[in-house]
């Protein structure tokens, strides 16, 4: 199994970022796949999931309104489209494949800063 992140960046305050995670290794169409960051200092943070068919997407609180997930099983991609980012977006950014064992991609930064 194998999560290659991209996309991160720096961006100003209100800005937007889309994040790519190429998946391999696995079939990526059977799988929930999720995004969780991990802010400098904390602990991690659950951000988003979406389901196998793309029927089903479940947002943290914190960037409701704000990130829409999506995936294209035809190219075993998921994306995370960041919009209204604010310096509490800041961190790592990780794709995660949960169930029985947990697979994470290496992330990619955001930072949110002017």
């Known amino acids: 199994v194998q999560l290659v992140e991209s996309g991160g960046g720096l961006v100003q305050p209100g800005g937007s970022l889309k994040l790519s995670c190429a998946a391999s290794g696995f079939t990526f169409s059977s799988y929930y796949m999720s995004w969780v960051r991990q802010a400098p200092g904390k602990g991690p943070e659950w951000v988003s999931a979406i389901a196998t068919d793309g029927s089903r997407a479940d947002y943290a609180d914190s960037v409701k309104g704000r990130f829409t997930i999506s995936r294209d099983d035809a190219k075993n991609m998921l994306y995370l489209q960041m919009t209204g980012l604010q310096p509490e977006d800041t961190a790592l950014y990780y794709c995660?494949?949960?169930?029985?064992?947990?697979?994470w991609g290496q992330g990619t930064q955001v930072t949110v800063s002017s």
């Open positions: 995660v494949r949960f169930g029985g064992m947990d697979y």
